[in-house]
C-alpha cells in the first residue's frame, strides 16, 4: 500500500517539476535592416503563438516604414490606397515618422493563425518604395 502511494507521489512530483518550470517564453528576436529598397530580416518563417520581438532600424538615407500585412494586388496597388486603409489592413507596423534614416525601433507581435507563403509580407509603403520592389514575402507556420 505504501508502495503504491509512494509511486503516485513520485509521478505526481515528476509531472508538477516537468510543468512547474514551464513560464512565458522570452520573445524571439527578430532583427529587420531596411535599406533604399530593400528589407533584410534575420527570420523569414514564423510560428503561431511564438512571442516575436522585432528591432527595426533605418540604414537608408530616407525615412521608411515597416508593416506586416497581406500583399497587395495588381488591382489594389493601382487604386492609390490612403495611409489609412493600409494600416487597416496591417497586423503590426512602425510608421514612417518612428523610422527616419538611421532610427532603430521596435515592437512586440505574436502571430494566432498560420500564413502560408504568399499570403502576409514585411513591406514599406512609404509613397512609392512598395512599387520599387521594398516587400519581402514571409510565412507563418
Do not use: R, W
Not at 538615407?61 to 494600416?87: C, F, N, R, Y
Not at 523610422?99 to 525601433?105: E, K, Q, S
Request: net charge negative; glycine share 10%.
Amino acid at each position: 500500500m505504501y508502495k503504491k502511494i509512494f509511486v503516485v507521489l513520485v509521478v505526481a512530483g515528476l509531472l508538477l517539476t516537468a510543468c512547474g518550470g514551464q513560464g512565458p517564453s522570452a520573445p524571439v528576436e527578430v532583427q529587420i535592416t531596411l535599406t533604399e529598397f530593400g528589407i533584410e530580416p534575420s527570420l523569414t518563417e514564423f510560428e503561431t503563438g511564438v512571442p516575436y520581438h522585432f528591432v527595426v532600424t533605418n540604414a537608408g538615407t530616407v525615412e521608411h516604414e515597416i508593416m506586416i500585412m497581406p500583399p497587395l494586388t495588381e488591382d489594389e496597388m493601382g487604386m492609390a490606397m490612403d495611409m489609412g486603409e493600409l494600416d487597416e489592413m496591417a497586423l503590426a507596423m512602425i510608421e514612417a515618422s518612428e523610422l527616419p534614416a538611421g532610427a532603430t525601433a521596435s515592437f512586440d507581435y505574436t502571430f494566432t493563425e498560420a500564413a502560408p507563403a504568399g499570403t502576409l509580407e514585411f513591406a514599406c509603403h512609404t509613397p512609392g518604395h512598395y512599387e520599387a520592389g521594398m516587400k519581402l514575402p514571409i510565412v507563418v507556420k
